[in-house]
């Protein structure tokens, strides 16, 4: 018994000892353990499933809101309506935006009336995470915020820092090799989450969604005649959304829908099944 005792205690005192911090979505917890290791808590809004277009964060949330020291945004719809919340709720949890000094791209939309494609201008693609030389950028931010909050593991974190970089290079390399055989296609998914991931490697991507509404039927049948010229077989689907609409396209190409997650706390993984996803959906 006196063993349990003093095994809690230490449990509760490294706990203790660690900085609590709120991010948005998990491949930002990612990113942060990749620096911070076990010296910071990661408390994660957008729970596995949910859309971070229309979360609305649950009150058990709000214990580990109330101790963290920053909150990491990242440009998801549901912080514009939650961010100033959370802040009344903590004034003095620092909001240090991740995505600070990338420039983001216009969300791309779909139109089958007069064209067929164009860039939304109003609203900016928020899905930075998916490109892995613009996680570099958001590692910096993380990086110095988690100095300012804690100097004393300043060295632990750029070593861990750095190393992450080499991991990210690694990765890039890997990704462009595996996506050089299907340089210049088109692939099709339901919500149009990765317009960085699609310029960086050269590809370009069909959203199925249009400004975030479900296909009408003379626009599902535009999608299909599209599919068939471009030999197009596969519909790609977020689990944060619904396959329904993308499962009528890939019953008429004669096609499949596949999961593919761009909000995956298995970051790295996430976005190697998901090349070879891509180029298997060209075989």
Avoid: C
């Amino acid at each position: 018994m006196r063993k349990i005792f003093i095994i809690s205690l230490l449990l509760l005192s490294s706990l203790y000892a660690q900085k609590i911090v709120t991010v948005s979505i998990l491949p930002q917890k990612y990113f942060i353990e990749k620096i911070a290791m076990d010296k910071v808590f990661v408390n994660v809004m957008v729970q596995p499933g949910a859309s971070p277009a229309s979360y609305e964060p649950k009150t058990s949330q709000m214990k580990d809101l109330i101790n963290s020291e920053i909150y990491f945004s990242i440009g998801v719809p549901f912080e514009e309506a939650w961010l100033g919340k959370f802040k009344d709720i903590n004034k003095n949890m620092q909001i240090i935006d991740s995505s600070k000094g990338i420039k983001k791209i216009a969300i791309a939309q779909h139109h089958h009336e007069g064209e067929v494609h164009h860039h939304n201008e109003e609203i900016l693609d928020p899905h930075i995470w998916l490109d892995t030389i613009l996680v570099k950028v958001q590692a910096k931010n993380i990086l110095d915020a988690l100095v300012q909050i804690d100097k004393k593991n300043r060295n632990f974190y750029y070593d861990n820092y750095k190393n992450f970089l080499f991991e990210l290079d690694a990765l890039h390399l890997k990704l462009s090799t595996i996506l050089k055989e299907v340089k210049g296609k088109r692939f099709m998914v339901f919500h149009p989450s990765w317009g960085y991931f699609a310029k960086r490697y050269e590809l370009e991507q069909e959203a199925v969604e249009k400004e975030g509404k479900e296909p009408k039927s003379k626009e599902i049948i535009a999608l299909i005649n599209e599919a068939k010229e471009e030999g197009i077989k596969v519909v790609f689907v977020a689990p944060q959304f619904s396959k329904k609409s993308a499962e009528i396209i890939a019953n008429g190409i004669g096609g499949k829908t596949i999961f593919i997650d761009p909000l995956s706390n298995k970051w790295k993984e996430s976005l190697l099944n998901t090349s070879i996803e891509l180029v298997n959906s060209y075989k």
